[in-house]
């Protein structure tokens, strides 16, 4: 028998949501810690899941003509001092390498936390003239950032991800950009991860460090948290000026280009685990779980039940992600193997069912058995797919709307923040110091002034002063 230890019951997440997210993220095999603290090891299917992820997105990436790159680990820091509200932003996370080998470098590097840097340094090389433009460029790499608190997947010192880098010979070109990439984003989430989230533009003060405008993401998670969930930066043409990068115009005139970046990370995993996920672990979207389909076979000793279900195997991973379970575990242990590990769909067949040439079906997402006819198993399995992703964004956006909710003055933001999880949707002065007061005393920030503006009174929830914009607030990983 295999070890028991994976399929006992996980901590119940209304009991310890942190510990429920602990519980599933090791036993369902995602992450091992490592030696090296704040640092995990993406054990195989962890990986396969960020796998599934990066194929998809790399294809959205390149149907929008963007080409891969890879750029350097290790950044000098004299690069990386010449933006300096960039290099503000990012100094209390930056990992310094002091020495090779056992000299001393005469400059100290650091350990790339994200990339500009090193992409203007190059755009200075490469591009002349207006022809030379636009460069649409990804890094699919990782990055350190020396956090104080590491969680797997939502935050850790070292982390997977892309990083998006365009150049453009215009302003409009580039904002043009920035919007596209947080739509591929938007799209990406909602219709491959069954997430749904909000799109708008970040506060100043929560804006990316060197950005004009930061564009986001945002959504909630199954205890009202919300999660950043992907980004995309206008930087205007502040970095070319800091690095020196122009090129000549259509007019023969010295001209200076204008940047996105625009980025997503190993976190949307997180993401995953923490708004589909149940007390019997993962609930994977179908798009992007590693085993789709798995098949079960019922006393699998009586004749032809493993003959019958092997069939079946050879039919269905010509069309999805499947695998047949053959081992001498019992039903009832794959049974919650396969809840654990979140896999979408899980197929049983038995002697009764070989006869009346059928099987059992049985959703992750919502446990409904549904017997299909084995002269239409590819297409019947392929709806099933489809229906199990509907089912996990109608439940989440269900779930999202119930944890919605309005206020209008600090009193009801602080006792709503206090007693209720999820967004709360206020109108805002623009006034920063209204917003270092609503994460002083209601312990929220912004999250994003939605794209889709609401006017739900015309003052500023803290201040009470004519209110510019309709913000989600919340509490945040």
């Given at each position: 028998?295999?070890?028991?230890?994976?399929?006992?019951?996980?901590?119940?997440?209304e009991?310890?949501?942190?510990?429920?997210?602990?519980?599933?993220?090791?036993?369902?095999?995602?992450?091992?810690y490592?030696?090296?603290?704040?640092?995990l090891?993406?054990?195989?299917?962890?990986?396969?899941?960020?796998?599934n992820i990066?194929?998809?997105m790399?294809?959205?990436?390149?149907?929008t003509?963007?080409?891969?790159?890879?750029?350097?680990?290790?950044?000098?820091?004299?690069?990386?001092?010449?933006?300096?509200d960039?290099?503000?932003?990012?100094?209390?996370?930056v990992?310094?390498?002091?020495?090779g080998g056992?000299?001393?470098?005469?400059?100290?590097?650091?350990?790339?936390p994200t990339s500009?840097?090193?992409?203007?340094?190059h755009?200075?090389?490469?591009?002349?003239?207006?022809?030379?433009?636009?460069k649409?460029y990804?890094q699919w790499?990782s990055?350190?950032?020396?956090?104080?608190?590491?969680?797997?997947?939502?935050?850790s010192?070292?982390?997977l991800?892309q990083?998006?880098?365009?150049?453009?010979a215009?302003?409009q070109e580039?904002?043009?950009?920035?919007?596209?990439?947080l739509?591929?984003?938007?799209e990406f989430?909602?219709?491959?991860?069954?997430?749904p989230?909000?799109?708008g533009?970040?506060?100043?003060?929560?804006?990316?460090a060197g950005?004009?405008?930061?564009?986001?993401?945002?959504?909630l998670?199954h205890?009202?948290?919300a999660?950043?969930?992907?980004?995309?930066?206008?930087?205007?043409?502040g970095f070319?000026?800091?690095?020196?990068?122009q090129?000549?115009?259509?007019?023969?005139?010295?001209?200076t280009?204008?940047q996105?970046?625009?980025?997503?990370s190993?976190?949307?995993?997180?993401?995953?685990?923490?708004t589909?996920g149940?007390d019997?672990?993962?609930?994977?979207?179908?798009?992007?779980?590693?085993?789709q389909?798995?098949?079960?076979?019922?006393?699998?000793?009586?004749e032809g039940v493993?003959?019958?279900?092997t069939?079946?195997?050879?039919?269905?991973?010509?069309?999805c992600r499947?695998?047949?379970?053959?081992?001498?575990?019992t039903?009832?242990w794959k049974?919650?193997?396969y809840?654990?590990?979140?896999?979408?769909?899980?197929l049983?067949?038995g002697p009764r069912?070989?006869?009346?040439?059928?099987?059992?079906?049985?959703?992750?997402d919502?446990?409904?058995?549904?017997t299909?006819?084995?002269?239409n198993?590819?297409?019947?399995?392929a709806?099933l797919?489809?229906?199990v992703t509907?089912?996990l964004?109608n439940?989440?956006?269900?779930?999202?709307?119930s944890?919605?909710?309005?206020?209008t003055d600090?009193?009801q933001?602080?006792?709503?923040?206090?007693?209720?999880p999820?967004f709360i949707?206020a109108?805002?002065?623009?006034?920063?110091?209204c917003?270092?007061?609503?994460?002083?005393?209601a312990?929220?920030?912004?999250?994003?002034?939605p794209?889709e503006?609401?006017?739900?009174?015309?003052k500023?929830?803290?201040?009470g002063?004519p209110?510019k914009?309709?913000?989600?607030?919340?509490?945040?990983?």
């Amino acid at each position: 028998m295999a070890n028991d230890k994976k399929v006992k019951a996980i901590t119940s997440m209304e009991e310890d949501f942190a510990k429920w997210y602990t519980d599933v993220v090791l036993k369902a095999e995602l992450v091992d810690y490592s030696s090296v603290k704040g640092c995990l090891i993406i054990r195989p299917y962890g990986y396969a899941i960020w796998e599934n992820i990066q194929k998809i997105m790399d294809g959205m990436f390149k149907e929008t003509g963007h080409e891969n790159v890879y750029m350097p680990m290790f950044i000098p820091e004299s690069l990386l001092q010449k933006e300096k509200d960039h290099v503000e932003g990012f100094a209390p996370e930056v990992a310094w390498v002091t020495h090779g080998g056992n000299e001393k470098l005469e400059e100290r590097m650091c350990v790339r936390p994200t990339s500009e840097t090193l992409f203007c340094d190059h755009y200075k090389n490469i591009i002349h003239s207006y022809r030379d433009l636009p460069k649409l460029y990804n890094q699919w790499c990782s990055v350190v950032r020396w956090e104080k608190t590491t969680r797997p997947f939502l935050r850790s010192r070292e982390f997977l991800w892309q990083e998006g880098h365009t150049i453009h010979a215009t302003a409009q070109e580039a904002e043009a950009e920035t919007i596209k990439m947080l739509n591929v984003y938007a799209e990406f989430v909602e219709k491959y991860l069954a997430i749904p989230v909000i799109k708008g533009v970040k506060t100043e003060k929560e804006r990316f460090a060197g950005a004009v405008n930061t564009y986001t993401i945002e959504a909630l998670m199954h205890d009202g948290k919300a999660l950043q969930s992907g980004t995309s930066h206008f930087f205007g043409d502040g970095f070319a000026k800091a690095f020196g990068i122009q090129f000549t115009d259509k007019d023969n005139k010295l001209a200076t280009p204008f940047q996105t970046s625009w980025g997503v990370s190993t976190r949307l995993i997180g993401a995953i685990i923490m708004t589909h996920g149940d007390d019997n672990g993962l609930v994977l979207p179908p798009a992007i779980a590693p085993i789709q389909t798995v098949i079960v076979p019922i006393a699998s000793h009586k004749e032809g039940v493993t003959e019958k279900a092997t069939e079946l195997y050879e039919r269905l991973k010509k069309v999805c992600r499947a695998k047949i379970d053959l081992s001498d575990n019992t039903p009832g242990w794959k049974f919650a193997e396969y809840e654990m590990k979140g896999v979408p769909l899980r197929l049983e067949i038995g002697p009764r069912d070989i006869e009346n040439n059928v099987c059992v079906a049985v959703r992750r997402d919502n446990g409904e058995k549904i017997t299909i006819s084995l002269d239409n198993l590819e297409q019947e399995v392929a709806k099933l797919l489809d229906s199990v992703t509907q089912g996990l964004y109608n439940k989440a956006l269900a779930s999202r709307d119930s944890m919605t909710n309005v206020v209008t003055d600090l009193d009801q933001m602080i006792e709503t923040a206090d007693t209720k999880p999820g967004f709360i949707k206020a109108m805002w002065c623009g006034d920063r110091a209204c917003e270092e007061t609503l994460k002083e005393k209601a312990g929220v920030s912004s999250r994003c002034m939605p794209f889709e503006q609401e006017t739900l009174t015309d003052k500023c929830v803290c201040c009470g002063k004519p209110a510019k914009k309709m913000v989600y607030w919340g509490k945040a990983y």
